[in-house]
């Protein structure tokens, strides 16, 4: 998870986004936007990289009762793979 953290760091543009690892198999990267925060959760199994995306809503500037969006999650056995999926996902 180490190598990925670092590969995910080094070829990853972040914008505003900030990476954290979590666990030693899991990180987040998110950002807060004035009605949510988009989170995307990182993990690495064995050689399989699950990547799932939630919009957490702030309930109370929203004013209606979604708290959260989830996106299904996705299963990548490739690091590059990966990595565009979350560019993409970061860039929207």
Not at 47 to 53: P, Y
Request: net charge neutral; with cysteine.
């Amino acid at each position: 998870m180490d190598d990925y953290i670092n590969y995910l760091e080094k070829n990853l543009n972040l914008y505003d986004y900030t990476l954290i690892k979590t666990t030693n198999t899991k990180a987040v990267i998110i950002k807060t936007y004035f009605k949510y925060t988009k989170c995307i959760y990182i993990s690495y199994i064995d050689d399989f990289i699950e990547i799932r995306i939630d919009k957490i809503f702030d309930f109370y500037t929203v004013g209606n009762n979604i708290e959260r969006l989830i996106i299904p999650k996705k299963t990548f056995n490739s690091l590059d793979d990966s990595l565009n999926y979350i560019q993409k996902n970061i860039a929207n």
